[in-house]
């Protein structure tokens, strides 16, 4: 009926202006086309500099509101302290429980391995390194203790997707010192979710950039997005604290591929797609320090086994996640447009990143959502 209208009036337009019978035709073909355009979902971008955040109601989005509370529930009893969905860039839910507020700063833990790799592709981008170079190239000479061509053989790609060879069986995991990182494999040949190869791209990144790692990615992704936190030395390890809006922040990024609104953040389609993809052939579900579902198989950190099947069987299969120990959790769901955040304690699992309790919260984040 609108379309039919529209036409109408266009022809009545013409009559009254005497136009030609060619220009009719062109202006009912144009109008024609421009009215048969589907919509579009329209990502909404929250101000750098307020806490201002627009919100969607599930009433609005068809969503089944009987399976709120039950969620909430759930959430509660496994020791969340944040939650929050976005539909749309737009937050649909925003919870805190067990006596947490939206002021905190919680760790993300190996979560935080995608902000990492995000800020590698910018170095790249910025053509300050080159993820196909000897990571010596950034890190110096006997930053192992391992032979020079053992050394040389291992490149940044090789951190970003845990094929590095290094011996992963060291009393510490997380240790840097060249005396820990030993030859176990060659490069490529085995997959292990070794911490401590992680961590090293930090100095890569300090190595490549002439800043501090922490300096680097605040100016280049943090101040840019209006994120808060910070990282924090524990150890070995350096883990980022922030709220969990700042990390639906980050998710928001990701779901844009790299762009804030349309100020260029990341702007590499191919690292991007390489990062949230398949990266080697030895574990499907891993990419670029990202965890990616829908695949035919899945290793686990802490394992050398290989489990078929796909990761999180009952969450969409273009999921990607930043996924840490206690369960922190950064679902990006491109199809659907959703960034979902789990900060809290421990919910009973002792796994590093992937466990049983992301399958049951998808099966209640399902009931509410379909």
């Not at 649909?92 to 429980?97: H, L, N, P, S």
């Not at 110096?140 to 203790?145: D, Q, R």
């Not at 150890?235 to 591929?257: D, E, H, P, V, W």
């Not at 069987?313 to 996924?323: E, H, S, V």
């Amino acid at each position: 009926m609108k379309k039919n209208n529209i036409l109408l009036l266009a022809v009545l337009l013409c009559l009254i202006s005497s136009c030609s019978d060619n220009d009719s035709t062109e202006e009912l073909m144009d109008q024609q086309e421009i009215d048969t355009t589907p919509e579009v979902n329209i990502l909404y971008f929250p101000p750098i500099d307020s806490d201002t955040w627009e919100t969607s109601s599930l009433q609005e989005l068809g969503w089944n509101t009987s399976n709120e509370q039950p969620l909430y529930t759930f959430l509660e009893k496994r020791g969340t302290k944040a939650f929050i969905i976005l539909k749309n860039g737009k937050i649909v839910i925003e919870k805190y429980f067990n006596g947490a507020t939206a002021s905190d700063n919680n760790p993300w833990f190996s979560a935080g391995k995608t902000l990492t790799a995000f800020t590698i592709g910018i170095a790249q981008q910025e053509n300050l390194l080159n993820i196909d170079e000897a990571s010596a190239t950034y890190l110096g000479a006997g930053w192992t203790n391992m032979t020079i061509d053992q050394e040389n053989a291992i490149t940044v790609r090789h951190h970003l997707t845990m094929t590095t060879g290094l011996d992963y069986t060291v009393s510490n995991q997380n240790c840097t010192s060249s005396n820990c990182l030993t030859y176990l494999n060659d490069p490529s040949s085995f997959w292990y979710y070794h911490n401590a190869t992680y961590t090293l791209l930090d100095n890569i990144i300090t190595g490549a950039t002439n800043q501090e790692y922490t300096t680097y990615f605040t100016n280049k992704v943090k101040n840019k997005i209006g994120m808060n936190g910070a990282w924090v030395t524990l150890g070995y390890a350096k883990i980022f604290y922030s709220t969990a809006r700042s990390m639906a922040r980050f998710g928001l990024l990701s779901l844009n591929k790299g762009l804030w609104d349309t100020t260029e953040i990341l702007n590499d389609p191919e690292y991007f797609t390489q990062m949230t993809t398949t990266s080697q052939n030895i574990n499907q579900a891993y990419g670029y320090l990202w965890w990616l579902n829908g695949k035919s198989s899945f290793r686990a950190p802490a394992s050398e086994t290989q489990y078929t099947g796909e990761l999180i069987p009952d969450a969409p299969d273009d999921l990607i996640a930043g996924l840490g120990k206690n369960d922190q959790k950064l679902y990006v769901v491109p199809s659907q447009n959703l960034v979902i955040i789990r900060m809290g304690n421990a919910t009973g699992e002792t796994l590093l990143g992937p466990s049983g309790f992301d399958n049951e919260l998808w099966e209640k984040i399902n009931l509410l959502i379909n």
